[in-house]
C-alpha cells in the first residue's frame, strides 16, 4: 500500500524568500516519486521525478527535491520564491498500484 | 506533440441526468486514469485503463465507469447525477506504472 502526507495545507512565503514543501511517503516497494503543480482551471504539470539514482532531483521552473528514504521525505525546495510561483503543488508516490496524491500545498507568494 | 485533450472542458447538468466525458491521450500513452477533485476531497483516483482493460477501480459508487477503445482514448460516465458529482474531472495518461502521469486540463461538470 502506498500513501502519501503533504504536512502544511497552506504556505506563504515572500518573494524571493526560500519555498519549502514537505512530503512524506508510505510505500511497501521503493517508490517512484513525484511532484506536480496546478494553476487555476488548469490539470497538474509534471514539476520532477524520483525512479532511481541520484537522490537529488531537480526539475522545471528552479525547483528541486531530495529523496530520503530514512526519513520517507521528498521535500520540494526552491531558493527563491517568485510571484508566478503561487499555485497549488501535489507530492504523489507510484509503485505496484495506482498513483496516489497527497492532499495538496497551495502556496502564496507575497510582494 | 499534442498534450492530453479533454472535452468538453465545462458542462452543465441537472439532477438524475447522465453525463460521458472524453480523453484523448498523448499517442503512445496506453494508460488512461481518471480522477475527481473535489475541495473538500482533493484528488480521488477513479480508475485506470491499460490496453482497453481496466487496471485498477477506486472506492467510487456504480454510477462512475469508464471505457477505453482501441485507440487508447478512454471515456468515462456518470449515471443518475447527484450535486455532489459537481467537481473537475481530470484525465492523465502515461506509458505504464511507474511513469510520469501527463493531464489534460480537466472537465469542469457542474450539477443543478
Known amino acids: 500500500a502506498q500513501s502519501v502526507t503533504q504536512l502544511g495545507s497552506h504556505v506563504s512565503v515572500s518573494e524571493g524568500a526560500l519555498v519549502l514543501l514537505r512530503c512524506n511517503y508510505s510505500?511497501?516497494?521503493?517508490?517512484?516519486l513525484f511532484w506536480y503543480v496546478q494553476y487555476p482551471n488548469q490539470g497538474l504539470q509534471l514539476l520532477l521525478k524520483?525512479?532511481?539514482?541520484?537522490?537529488l532531483v531537480k526539475g522545471i521552473n528552479g525547483f528541486e527535491a531530495e529523496f530520503k528514504k530514512s526519513e520517507t521525505s521528498f521535500h520540494l525546495t526552491k531558493p527563491s520564491a517568485h510571484m508566478s510561483d503561487a499555485a497549488e503543488y501535489f507530492c504523489?508516490?507510484?509503485?505496484?498500484?495506482?498513483?496516489?496524491f497527497g492532499a495538496g500545498t497551495r502556496l502564496t507568494v507575497k510582494p | 506533440k499534442a498534450g492530453v485533450t479533454q472535452t468538453p472542458r465545462y458542462l452543465i447538468k441537472t439532477r438524475g441526468q447522465q453525463v460521458t466525458l472524453s480523453c484523448s491521450p498523448i499517442?503512445?500513452?496506453?494508460?488512461v486514469s481518471w480522477y475527481q477533485q473535489t475541495p473538500g476531497q482533493g484528488l480521488q483516483f477513479l480508475f485506470e485503463?491499460?490496453?482497453?482493460?481496466?487496471?485498477n477501480k477506486g472506492n467510487f459508487p456504480g454510477r462512475f465507469s469508464g471505457r477505453q477503445f482501441s485507440n487508447s482514448r478512454s471515456e468515462m460516465n456518470v449515471s443518475t447525477l447527484e450535486l455532489g458529482d459537481s467537481a473537475l474531472y481530470l484525465c492523465?495518461?502515461?506509458?505504464?506504472?511507474?511513469?510520469?502521469?501527463?493531464f489534460g486540463d480537466g472537465t469542469r461538470l457542474s450539477i443543478l
Open positions: 492523465a495518461s502515461s506509458l505504464g506504472r511507474g511513469t510520469s502521469q501527463h
Open positions: 510505500s511497501s516497494v521503493p517508490p517512484y
Open positions: 524520483y525512479t532511481t539514482g541520484a537522490t
Open positions: 504523489a508516490v507510484s509503485g505496484l498500484a495506482d498513483m496516489r
Open positions: 499517442s503512445g500513452h496506453r494508460s
Open positions: 485503463y491499460f490496453s482497453e482493460t481496466q487496471r
